[in-house]
């Protein structure tokens, strides 16, 4: 070992900002698109979605129980298979339709059983305010949309709708370094877009929580009770 003599600097503690949430509701609605990735590829014994032990699962149904439920959302559709779970919920607030669309499978790029994935990814793009992606990143292959493109001939690079304010959470190893930029870019670093990330490993025993303080934040504001700030939201 070799011991290195280091001076830290002090900065100023950044301004307080929040999130614009008057601009995330679109024709009286606000939309939550939220992604649960399977960890472990549904490659295990018993994996439909109800039973399955994959941590994804756990923290999808968690986040039924503890969140969605407890603010008293209504189940209005429901898609499920071995290989996938489609959850859609409602809740009406000061006359705001707050819609939340949950999703639990496989979120790999090369793998058959993501169709549903990709298809609702592609509406996440489109229509969402808020999307919330939990899963592997691949190296940033799972998200890349040059590659999600070709592959499943949709436009996902023209569905993003650059006058339409969202909010994008990649919770995945690395997706600062992976998705930042690349997603900011795309509507041309207009304000219309704000991107939470992660800068090392993203641990997914911990997600269902960060989802529903994000979650929470919107409804807090919908209620016209705090407004809470990015800080408190991180």
């Given at each position: ?5 280091a ?53 999808f ?30 809740k ?78 990649f ?32 641990w ?12 929470e ?8 009770k ?9």
């Amino acid at each position: 070992y070799r011991s290195i003599r280091a001076t830290l600097q002090p900065i100023a503690k950044p301004a307080v900002e929040y999130p614009k949430y008057e601009e995330l509701v679109h024709n009286g609605e606000i939309s939550f698109y939220l992604f649960f990735g399977a960890t472990e590829y549904l490659t295990k014994g018993n994996e439909t979605p109800a039973t399955s032990t994959d941590i994804g699962a756990v923290q999808f149904r968690d986040f039924r129980d503890k969140q969605l439920l407890a603010q008293q959302f209504r189940l209005i559709g429901r898609q499920n298979n071995s290989n996938f779970e489609v959850n859609h919920w409602v809740k009406e607030i000061n006359k705001i339709k707050v819609t939340v669309h949950t999703y639990f499978g496989n979120t790999s790029l090369g793998s058959e059983k993501s169709f549903r994935f990709h298809e609702l990814y592609f509406e996440a793009m489109k229509s969402s305010s808020v999307m919330v992606f939990s899963g592997h990143s691949s190296f940033g292959e799972s998200l890349d949309l040059d590659k999600l493109g070709n592959m499943l001939n949709k436009d996902f690079l023209g569905a993003l709708n650059k006058e339409q304010y969202q909010i994008f959470y990649f919770m995945a190893c690395n997706s600062y370094s992976y998705y930042n930029d690349f997603y900011l870019k795309l509507k041309e670093n207009s304000g219309k877009l704000d991107v939470l990330s992660v800068g090392l490993i993203s641990w997914a025993e911990r997600d269902y929580g960060n989802m529903g303080t994000l979650l929470e934040a919107v409804l807090s504001w919908a209620e016209g009770k705090e407004k809470k700030t990015w800080e408190d939201i991180r």
